[in-house]
Structure formats: C-alpha cells, structure tokens
C-alpha cells in the first residue's frame, strides 16, 4: 500500500489527523508519493473517492498521481477523485451547468481583444508616453485578472502605472466592450473559469472533504482566492517556496509563505530526504539558494551513498565554441539521449545549442519554446474545426481571416457579424442563404472622441470588381462582398472558405474533418502564407528551399495531427483534449532542450545548464521589469536540482556577433565555482542599491 512506502516525515504528513496541512517539499523529496499516501489515508478513512479534490498545475501531474492510486485501489475508485488543474476543474463544473460556454486559449481572445482594441485612436490625448500596444494591454489585463482582488481596472492602472493616467479612461472602456463581446458569445477564457467557478463555490456546498494542492508555492491570488472560497473542511497543500518561479504569471509566494498566518493552528510539515541528486549537487543547489530568505527552516538531507561526481564547470572565451562543445560533449556521453537535458534561461541560448546538436546530427526535442500546438498551421486546423462545430466561435473565423492579405482582425470580425446579420444570427445561413433584402450587414461605428472611437468607415464597395474570379453565382449575389476593404483576393480566401465547409458537411469522423480541411484549397493557401513568411530574406526575396522545408513541416504536422485524431470518435472529445491538454503533449525523441519553466518537476540523469553570464542568468533585463534576483535565484535551483548524476555549468566570456565580453553569473560566484572578486563585489553592490531604492 501506498503508506507503506512512505519514510517516517512523509507518512506523518500523509496520516496527520488536523485539518489544516502545509507540507514543505524540497526538490526530489517524494512530494507525489505523500499526495497519493494522504489520498489512500483518506479512502482508509472512509471519505469517498468522489469527496476528494486534487488540484495540480498540469494536468499530466494529476494523471500521474491517479494512475499511482489506481495501481492501489483499482480505475473505478481512481477515476471518481475529482483532479486536474485548477482551469481544468473550473471548467468541469461551469460544464455542467452551462452547456453553450466556449473555453478559448489566450491567443484567442487577444485577437478578439485586438479586435476592439483597433477601433481607438490615442492620437488627441498628447501624452509623453506611447500608450500600450493592443497585445501588451491584454496580457497587462490578464495579470491584473490574477492578482487585483479590489480595485476597479481603470483605478488600477492609475495606481500601478501613474505614466499611463491619461490613457486609463480608454483602456478600461476597451476591456469593458470586450468583456461584453465574450459575453455575448459565450466565450471564456482560463482567467474567467477561476473567476466564475469562485463564484460559482460561494454560493454551493460541492461536497468535497478535503482539497490537495500541489505546487503550492505557485498560486496566484486568484487561485489562492478560489481555494479559500470552497471552505473546505480539511486542506492539504504541498510546495515548496525555494521553487516558486512563476511570478510573472502572478505567481505570489506571499500565499504559501503566510500560510500559518491564515490558519494559526496549522500544522508544517518538512520532508527533508532526497532521493533524486548526489550529495555534491545538492551541497551547490543550497549554497545558492541559501542567499534568500529562509521562510521556513529546512535542512536536506541526501539518502543516496553511490560514488558521485562533483558538478563541474566549462568555460569558453566566445560564445557558440560553447554551444558546439556542449554538443560535441553530447555525442560523446555515455548516457542515453532521452536522459541528457540541456536547461536555459533565454531562448536564443536554446537556439544555439539546438543548432549545434542538429549539425552533429543528434537528435533533440524541445519544450518552452513554440509547440507542436502553437504553432500557426495547427492552430488554423483547430480553428476550423472548431467553427463546423460550433458556429457562434466568432474568435475562430477572426484568427482564420487574419491569414487574409490585408485583413486586421477589426475587419474580420465585421465580417463575421456582417454573415450573422445576413443570417438572422447565423453565420453559416449568412454565408450560404444570406437574406438578400439586407443591403448592409455591417454595424455602424460608435462615435465617442473621449475614449477614443471615430467613424472612419468606408460607403460600400461593388461587388463588380470579382466578377472575373469564377465565382458561383450563389455566392457572387451574397452582400457580403460589399464590404468596401475586402479585395480580390480576401473574396477568393472568402469563397474558399464557403467551399470548404459545403464539403465538410455532414462528416462525421474527426480524422476524416481534419484530412479534409488539410487538403483543401484555403489550407493549402494558408500554408503558402506561413511557409514563405518563414523563408522570407532580409533582401524581401524567398529562399525557395528554405519555402519547401517549411512546406514539408506543416505537412508532417498535418500527419501528426491526423493520428492524434484518430481515437476520437466524438468532436467535442477530440477539441477538448487539443485545446485543455496541448499544453501536456510533447512530440520527438532524443536530448531534451528544456526552459527553466518547462523543466520543473522533472529530472535527469545529466544536465546542462548553459549560458549562466550576468545578464543571461540572472536575466537583468527582466528583473528590471517587475522580477527579482531572488526569484532568478530560485529559477536556477530549480534548474540544477533536475540533475540525478551529472550536473554542467557552462558560460562563455564573449560574444563576438554583438561584439558583448561577459561576466561569469552571480550565482557560480554563489556556488563557489568561481572566486569571489573586485567584479562579484560590484554585483552584490548594485543588486544591495536596487533593494534599499526600492
């Protein structure tokens, strides 16, 4: 049984009788072993599978820790736990009693955010500062989302960004207008999942007995809120304040830091035997990390007694003689490809690295850059999809008619509501039985000079200018193309559309919906676009081999994505599992290239950690805005503790292209890899002035 399993500090965790639990859990310590023995303890207890709760930040975590239950209690008993992430929970409740919401990813929204975003002009304000582009003021929206629990928007950002004042009218006015579009369309994205399930537990016993929460150290204020309005019986949270690094996601390590403030009769729990790293990696990990507060007292104690090889540092006087070293190094090692990770702070290091291990032909996969699931030619296939199953996804038609030449996302979602007009609300009846009658579908501008809306719509165009395109009658009298910014060839990628979806009709298995969509004309258009986007020179010619490479890419992915597909049988199933658990997938084989974010909670017989310069590592640039030396400390003992066996630091002293020297990072300063000199001194003065002005 799982319980047996368990040394004495986990078991006493595992089995404690209070109902408040705060279990700090170093790197490699047996944090999911304690979560699935506190799960056994409390079906031993008699608390039904169906009245536990486990939250986890991926939902790869929770599948891991299910399977480890079942191992014990069966699949029946294991799959009536309710687990997941946070959005993932969230979602299923608002499921339930919502049938018609419409999960969108980030990327999504921002377009439909941009949408709005576009119709305002800043020009009359004269301020001395540049207002914020329409991107960075949705992903400022979407931090204070996570982190403001009080104040209004507007009052917000007079507060945190005073320079900004002026602006703050037209900003809260833009978020106000795409909060109702989401509204009205039924879209929410993973912010309004925790908000509306809050709500939604404020008002509901849903009869859970006790909440787990791994990764406790990286809840946000909005998490930590949500957990905090299930009032819950009995909590059991499990983290560890030395990994917390995800701040700018909002991130707080104030909550797991004040949790015996909240709860003065709770208990804390220590777990303080690693079973993953040697003894000399792990003695390096602490002197680092040991330069930041001590929130809890801890000691690690390391079990393993095997001959252990201290970690070792490389040096290079220019910067890519490092990344073909470490690659030569690579080819060289003994240990299997599938337990070598190289870790980085910035992704041109990955760049580096990943084109030398290419050239020596090693293979290599790579996480925390762009995914298989980022990526444009996957992400259209969705959209697609997407809309033959559910045509109010305004948002995805906006994303496809971006890909059209000249065509914003403001014009694409006139567009979209000018076919919903003609459709008396659909947007495929507007599209293949328009009412005629209606000789302008399009909204009429809002004019309002103070927050920045202006009336520059064009009178409508004719659609007599495609007459010479091989239109289909049908289509050619739709008022559609009257909208005046639409071109010859916006109307073509129009009436590829119009041709793609009369085929897909009627289809109903996912793999058969996605070959098609893959092999149809706007595809293949959309694929044109982003293979000579990506082989386009700095001379504005194409690299016509550089084009058919790409080509070949999207088609491979094409591939992929149809075996994905395949399982599937239901279309809500297979869009629900690309769009929740993309995130969890990870394609190729070989050494893995991993971000400092990406690696966490993994580990590896041996690791690279590259670049470590100041100003890589610690990345001064984002500590500037709005970071910390401490959580760059933290972000580099998470990045040394996934290593079992082997550990490498590497730096180089030049970089030749940028004509930049380098120093070596603070932190081989810290780890005593490097003698403290005049420049570690210089460091450690400039970080002290920063702390005392701030």
């Not at 690094?245 to 949790?259: E, K, L, M, P």
């Not at 580096?352 to 291990?357: A, K, Q």
């Amino acid at each position: 049984m799982p319980l047996s399993r368990l040394n004495e500090e986990q078991y006493a965790a595992a089995t404690s009788k209070e109902p408040q639990n705060l279990i700090i859990a170093s790197a490699g310590t047996g944090k999911t072993s304690t979560i699935v023995g506190r799960i056994a303890y409390l079906l031993g207890q008699g608390v039904e599978p169906s009245q536990i709760l486990l939250l986890t930040f991926t939902n790869k975590a929770a599948a891991e820790m299910i399977d480890r239950v079942a191992n014990y209690f069966g699949k029946d008993i294991a799959s009536k736990i309710d687990a997941g992430t946070f959005h993932a929970v969230s979602y299923r409740w608002l499921k339930k009693d919502n049938k018609k919401i419409v999960l969108k990813q980030q990327r999504e929204l921002k377009t439909l955010f941009r949408s709005v975003y576009e119709k305002r002009s800043f020009g009359h304000i004269g301020a001395e500062v540049a207002p914020y582009g329409g991107n960075y003021l949705y992903d400022v929206y979407s931090f204070y989302q996570n982190t403001e629990l009080q104040n209004h928007f507007e009052d917000w950002v007079k507060n945190r960004y005073p320079e900004h004042e002026l602006f703050a009218m037209i900003y809260a006015d833009i978020v106000d207008e795409f909060e109702s579009l989401k509204k009205e369309y039924g879209f929410v994205n993973f912010n309004d999942l925790l908000l509306h399930f809050r709500e939604m537990c404020k008002n509901r016993d849903l009869g859970y007995k006790e909440v787990l929460v791994d990764e406790y150290q990286d809840t946000n204020a909005l998490q930590g809120t949500l957990i905090d309005a299930m009032n819950l019986p009995s909590i059991f949270c499990v983290g560890d304040y030395d990994q917390s690094i995800y701040a700018f996601n909002g991130a707080d390590i104030s909550i797991i830091g004040s949790f015996t403030t909240k709860f003065p009769n709770a208990t804390v729990h220590t777990l303080t035997k690693n079973y993953r790293s040697t003894v000399p990696i792990l003695s390096l990990a602490t002197r680092v990390i040991e330069h930041n507060e001590r929130i809890y007292p801890k000691k690690l104690e390391v079990t393993r007694e095997q001959n252990s090889q201290a970690p070792k540092l490389l040096a290079y006087d220019e910067l890519f003689d490092q990344y073909h070293a470490m690659a030569a190094q690579i080819r060289d090692s003994q240990t299997p490809r599938e337990e070598i990770a190289v870790i980085f702070r910035n992704n041109s290091s990955a760049d580096g690295i990943e084109v030398g291990l290419r050239e020596l032909g090693i293979p290599c996969k790579r996480k925390g850059g762009t995914s298989f699931f980022d990526s444009r030619e996957v992400k259209a296939i969705l959209d697609f999809y997407t809309l033959l199953v559910n045509e109010a996804d305004m948002m995805s038609f906006i994303h496809l008619f971006e890909f059209a030449k000249g065509v914003g996302s403001a014009t694409a979602k006139e567009l979209y509501i000018g076919l919903k007009t003609l459709g008396h609300g659909s947007m495929f009846y507007g599209l293949y039985a328009p009412n005629e009658s209606i000789n302008n579908p399009f909204e009429k501008r809002k004019l309002n000079q103070q927050l920045g809306l202006f009336d520059d719509f064009l009178e409508l165009g004719s659609v007599g200018k495609f007459a010479k395109l091989g239109f289909e009658d049908k289509f050619m009298k739709n008022p559609i193309l009257k909208h005046p910014k639409l071109t010859k060839d916006n109307a073509m990628f129009l009436y590829d559309f119009y041709l793609l979806f009369r085929d897909l009709k009627g289809v109903k298995e996912p793999r058969v919906i996605v070959k098609k969509i893959s092999h149809s004309a706007i595809y293949k258009n959309i694929s044109e676009i982003l293979a000579n986007q990506r082989s386009t020179l700095k001379d504005g010619t194409i690299d016509e081999k550089q084009k058919e490479e790409s080509l070949s890419r999207i088609s491979r992915k094409m591939v992929l994505l149809e075996e994905l597909s395949k399982p599937y049988s239901q279309h809500d199933r297979f869009l629900n599992a690309m769009i929740l658990g993309s995130s969890d997938l990870t394609q190729g084989e070989g050494v893995n290239l991993l971000s400092v974010h990406a690696s966490k909670g993994l580990e590896f017989k041996e690791v690279f950690v590259v670049d470590l310069m100041d100003g890589r590592f610690p990345n001064r640039k984002l500590m500037q805005r709005g970071g910390s030396l401490e959580e760059e400390r933290r972000l580099f003992y998470v990045a040394v503790t996934r290593a079992k066996d082997i550990l490498y630091l590497s730096y180089a002293k030049y970089d030749k292209i940028k004509k930049t020297n380098f120093l070596p990072s603070q932190f081989l300063y810290e780890a005593g890899l490097v003698p403290k000199d005049e420049a570690y001194r210089a460091m450690v003065m400039k970080d002290t002035d920063k702390e005392d002005r701030d």
